[in-house]
């Protein structure tokens, strides 16, 4: 593969080097895999088990050339041959209803505060001064079921989420149902995701008021927002947890129009599933980058190492999914990111499987270091939203802003266990029945409890 994009973008040398062009992108890739160290350090790592090569020395000054000869081509169409969703028919919980489930959210990445990135990406500011690093944002598309990125945009912080997400429309295609958050929630992004054939469920701010056409036996009705018409799922989520029981309103919109076919319900649990575009962040923003800035101080030194990060993170997600398909019956929720990864390291420093055999192991070490560990079914995952960075120095200020949350709670996969989702229906005064014991209705709203201090076992 790193043959044909080099011979596909024309970075292939021309003349014999110390640091040949395919040797640049392994370098590249392996400095996604080890971000706590510079780059010298990353060349010692991958060239440490061969010492029966002769094996060149090179500066720090050599492997910048080498990065700025390559460009951002080769690793733009390396990471175009390696997206996509990375699961098969059965995977378990990548389909629901037989549409793909997939999401879209946005994140912001810390670059170095150098003069040509403070110039071009500019600081946050305040009413006093700037501070902090230089930001990019980046968008991308994310399978549920497998945590694999489908694509990616990133720029400037400057333009916003919604900007690089429209981008991603091209990846979009009937047979998908997209899960959108607030911020993608406007009536032209909804357009273009209509536009594409895919079907999207979004959740809705407060404060859009949309007109009732319809109302269906479910407790969702019939609406428009713009100039697409979309079913209105009004819910109210209570959460019983250790801290205490919060409840939350939620306002979801779906192209889906059908609630025969899509009940309202199943659209509500299925609404859950987006935040694993957030564990997929997590696991490269916290688990690979450990939360650091990145290394390059140029625009383009940027985007080849953006780039890098997310082919690193789709080769790891692909040999998930390749290897907990060999187990029939085998969610990859139950695999274990931080030993893939930590496998991958220990591949790579020790040089094991350079040479490729002519029977593919589809497991693989690094499938192997994760089927042995798997993890249990997933829990549920609760997050309440708590101030963790009081705005006031003062005691009796920090407490005010501590116990007043400003969102309702939501379900978060920060965790790595998911047990199924324990639903209870809510009592009612006026004696609206219960559907099988997990729901009721009340007018046009859903109302769920969920319970949370089941055992962990």
Not at 60 to 75: E, F, I, N, Q, S
Not at 213 to 224: A, H, M, V
Not at 228 to 248: F, N, S, W, Y
Not at 418 to 428: I, K, M, V
Request: hydrophobic share 45%; with cysteine.
């Amino acid at each position: 593969m790193v043959d044909a994009i080099l011979t596909e973008t024309g970075a292939r040398q021309r003349r014999l080097r110390k640091l040949p062009a395919r040797v640049v992108v392994y370098l590249i890739l392996a400095a996604a895999l080890f971000e706590e160290c510079g780059y010298l350090a990353v060349w010692r790592k991958l060239t440490a088990a061969l010492d029966s090569l002769s094996i060149p020395k090179v500066t720090g000054a050599g492997l910048w050339d080498a990065r700025t000869r390559l460009g951002v081509r080769p690793m733009r169409a390396l990471f175009d041959l390696l997206r996509g969703p990375a699961s098969a028919v059965r995977t378990g919980g990548a389909r629901w209803k037989g549409l793909l489930t997939v999401a879209i959210d946005g994140t912001y990445l810390d670059v170095p505060d150098s003069p040509v990135n403070r110039a071009r990406l500019g600081k946050g500011s305040n009413q006093y001064a700037t501070s902090g690093y230089p930001q990019i944002c980046r968008a991308a598309l994310v399978a549920c079921g497998t945590r694999a990125v489908i694509d990616a945009a990133f720029g400037p912080r400057s333009r916003g989420e919604t900007v690089y997400g429209e981008r991603l429309m091209r990846s979009l295609h009937s047979g998908v149902i997209v899960l959108l958050d607030r911020g993608f929630a406007t009536n032209s992004f909804l357009t273009a995701v209509a536009g594409t054939n895919a079907a999207f469920l979004a959740r809705l701010s407060a404060i859009r008021k949309a007109p009732v056409l319809i109302r269906y036996d479910d407790g969702s009705f019939l609406s428009r927002l713009g100039a697409v018409e979309v079913r209105i799922i009004e819910c109210e989520v209570a959460i019983a947890a250790t801290a205490g029981r919060h409840t939350g309103l939620y306002r979801l919109a779906t192209n889906l129009l059908d609630h025969h076919r899509y009940p309202a319900f199943d659209l509500v649990r299925l609404y859950h599933e987006r935040w694993e575009v957030e564990s997929a962040y997590f696991e490269i923003k916290k688990t690979m980058l450990g939360r650091r800035v990145l290394r390059s101080r140029t625009w383009a030194g940027i985007a080849q190492e953006v780039y890098a990060l997310l082919s690193a993170y789709q080769a790891l997600r692909i040999a998930i999914a390749d290897a907990t398909g060999t187990v029939p019956d085998t969610d990859p929720d139950r695999a274990s990111f931080s030993i893939a990864l930590q496998a991958a390291r220990d591949q790579t420093m020790q040089a094991a499987g350079v040479i490729a055999d002519t029977v593919i192991d589809l497991a693989g070490a690094i499938g192997r270091a994760v089927l042995d560990h798997l993890m249990p079914a997933r829990r549920l995952r609760v997050s309440p939203r708590a101030v963790k960075r009081p705005l006031s120095r003062y005691a009796h200020k920090a407490s005010k802003s501590t116990d007043a949350p400003t969102k309702p709670p939501s379900a978060s996969t920060s965790c790595n266990h998911r047990s199924a989702l324990n639903f209870t229906a809510l009592p009612f005064s006026r004696g609206y029945p219960a559907r099988s014991g997990m729901v009721a209705h009340k007018g046009a709203t859903i109302l769920l409890v969920v319970d949370a201090c089941a055992r962990r076992s």
